[in-house]
């Protein structure tokens, strides 16, 4: 049994938090809002981000961070990407050196271009990093549908610790050391879900949405090699898993916020309406500037950030993409 610290109480924080505490690990959740620690001990529910899923009585909760993070042996950063490095800055002064932190948010900073797993490290040196990811939505975990994941690290020992800390039977963890590939995987698919999303808005069909994931790991599969990364990783669970969950399922933020553009709302009025931090969004920026910084062709990724901050109109961008001059669909391979 391990004292686990899950940093953030929303969907997906708490739905790890049911993971762990089946597992029989001594859980304590943190967040920053009073009220949502109150709700928390009072209905052992996530009310607002996971109704109908009630927690084990065993899980505390608290807004203290030094008593969160006490002697916690394992951390799960399980805030938003927005809000990674300000949440880790304030926890390190209490995690114990040697702990694990296991990063959950997908994104990328949209100023430094910096994973999550790079921040964690920089305002958290003491402790090892992992990154847990995969196509994995908070309403199905918290329900115990069977998922399955990836655990990175580039430490085999943390990655097979925290394999063995969050694996049960109705939750499946591999291991994998390209933690780049498992991170821009998890990052960008929640751009290429906006897009998918506003597919769905425009009333296109199946094999517009199926063309349009395809090019996305195609986009996807071309920046993680060019920053170190392998092109298994992306034909794995954090890859083409997460990008199909995310593009198509009802609980993606990401494909529901594309799909209020798509029907005409601008950023604000979608923004508003999903109620929850889409990451896409954040991540749309830095995805454009890292493929600019590694000469990579990101058509997709452009298109998105047009209609995000350029005010584009999403079905002049959709006819744009298509008409783009011809080309073939793997210039590595020879007639």
Same mark, same amino acid.
């Given at each position: ?255 529901? &916020?594309?799909?209020? *553009?798509?029907? %005409? /709302?601008? #950023?604000?009025?979608? =923004?508003?309406? +999903?109620?929850? $931090? ?5 991540? &749309?920026?830095?995805? *454009?500037?890292? %493929? /600019?910084? #590694?000469?990579?062709? =990101?058509?997709? +990724?452009?298109? $998105? ?31």
């Amino acid at each position: 049994m391990k004292k686990v610290c899950v940093l953030g109480a929303g969907s997906w924080g708490t739905a790890l938090s049911i993971v762990l505490a089946n597992n029989g690990h001594d859980v304590i959740v943190w967040s920053i809002d009073p009220e949502e620690v109150l709700m928390l001990k009072d209905y052992r529910e996530q009310r607002d981000k996971l109704p109908g899923v009630i927690l084990p009585n065993t899980i505390e909760f608290t807004t203290d961070l030094e008593l969160a993070l006490g002697d916690a042996e394992l951390i799960v950063c399980a805030v938003p990407s927005p809000f990674v490095r300000s949440t880790m800055k304030s926890a390190a002064p209490f995690v114990k050196n040697g702990a694990i932190v296991v990063d959950v948010a997908k994104g990328i900073e949209d100023h430094t271009y910096k994973t999550m797993t790079e921040i964690i490290k920089e305002e958290c040196p003491q402790a090892q990093v992992a990154i847990l990811s995969g196509p994995s939505h908070a309403e199905e975990v918290g329900r115990k549908i069977p998922t399955t994941v990836v655990a990175g690290s580039k430490n085999k020992e943390v990655a097979e610790v925290v394999q063995d800390t969050f694996m049960n039977e109705v939750f499946r963890v591999y291991t994998s050391p390209d933690v780049i590939g498992i991170e821009l995987g998890g990052s960008l698919k929640n751009v290429i879900a906006l897009a998918a999303g506003a597919i769905d808005g425009l009333g296109f069909g199946d094999n517009t949405k199926a063309a349009l994931m395809t090019r996305g790991i195609a986009e996807i599969s071309r920046l993680v090699i060019a920053m170190g990364g392998h092109i298994e990783t992306l034909a794995g669970l954090s890859g083409i898993g997460d990008l199909i969950v995310t593009c198509t399922s009802k609980h993606s933020r990401n494909r529901n &916020a594309g799909f209020l *553009l798509g029907q %005409g /709302k601008t #950023y604000q009025e979608a =923004m508003d309406e +999903v109620k929850m $931090v889409v990451e896409g969004v954040y991540s &749309a920026k830095a995805a *454009l500037a890292l %493929g /600019k910084k #590694y000469g990579v062709s =990101m058509p997709i +990724v452009e298109a $998105v950030n047009a209609v995000l901050f350029e005010d584009a109109d999403v079905r002049e961008v959709s006819v744009k993409l298509l008409m783009r001059d011809r080309t073939s669909e793997s210039e590595k391979l020879e007639w």
